[in-house]
């Protein structure tokens, strides 16, 4: 159920946003939203990995590298079952 809920809320933000889904997420907007999400979290392993990856996505962010920004964004994702 849990997931359920945090995929809707996902994809309602993605269909509501002005950008395409191809958008680059590495952006504060972004970062803040996945925080949000991760904290609602239940089961610990999962927003342990997830919590770690957007820890790395936000370093790549400030050093500008949007490439491995995603990538790991992308892990944060999965982890959450997105």
Do not use: R, W, Y
């Not at 809920?5 to 191809?22: D, G, N, Q, W």
């Not at 990995?49 to 995603?70: F, I, P, R, V």
């Amino acid at each position: 159920m849990l997931k359920t809920s945090l995929a809707a809320a996902f994809l309602a933000i993605m269909v509501l946003s002005p950008a395409s889904a191809t958008e680059d997420l590495c952006n504060d907007a972004h970062m803040k939203q996945m925080d949000e999400m991760i904290a609602k979290m239940t089961d610990a392993a999962k927003k342990e990995k997830a919590t770690m990856h957007l820890d790395m996505s936000k370093a790549e962010m400030k050093k500008g590298n949007t490439a491995e920004c995603m990538k790991h964004m992308d892990e944060a994702h999965k982890a959450m079952g997105l």
